[in-house]
């Protein structure tokens, strides 16, 4: 694998246990390298909730699913418990609706909370949550509530 790979997918196929076993996902590669952002575009449906459960390890160890294939995440197997575990102190992962997804109210709040977390666990925090939102150009959305926020 190379230095800057972050994300590689080969031969990933999911199916959700409630629906008889049907594959609901199948993606044959994705290799996402170096820094940037990535855009995930579909169709309501097409899986796209879905794979980004299995790249941080929701699935198959919060949302039950039977799963094949290879995947790593930033040097983890999100589909072993050990990639699992270090993945979640690493790796975000915001769901469209905020019912149960934050633990706080304001969006300040909650990225403060996640930055702490981050240092508990011994990880080194190298951008502060106030300087990777004024990098983003989002420092004018620490205020808000995250509910009033669109998906």
């Known amino acids: 694998m190379m230095?800057?790979?972050r994300v590689e997918v080969q031969n990933l196929e999911v199916a959700y246990r409630r629906r008889r076993?049907?594959?609901v996902l199948k993606v044959p590669r994705l290799r996402l390298k170096g820094r940037g952002i990535a855009l995930l575009v579909g169709e309501s449906g097409s899986g796209k909730s879905t794979l980004l459960r299995v790249l941080v390890g929701l699935i198959p160890w919060i949302y039950p699913a039977d799963v094949a294939g290879y995947v790593n995440v930033l040097g983890f197997n999100p589909l072993e418990e050990a990639?699992?575990?270090r993945l979640r102190v690493l790796v975000g992962y915001a769901p469209q609706s905020t019912d149960y997804a934050f633990?706080?109210?304001?969006?300040?709040d909650e990225l403060l909370a996640r930055e702490e977390v981050l240092r508990r666990h011994g990880m080194k925090v190298a951008l502060s949550a106030y300087d990777v939102s004024e990098a983003l150009g989002l420092s004018e959305y620490l205020g808000y509530r995250i509910d009033s926020l669109s998906g």
């Open 3 to 5: 230095k800057s790979l």
């Open 21 to 23: 076993m049907a594959w």
């Open 83 to 85: 990639g699992f575990n």
């Open 103 to 108: 633990a706080n109210l304001y969006v300040e």
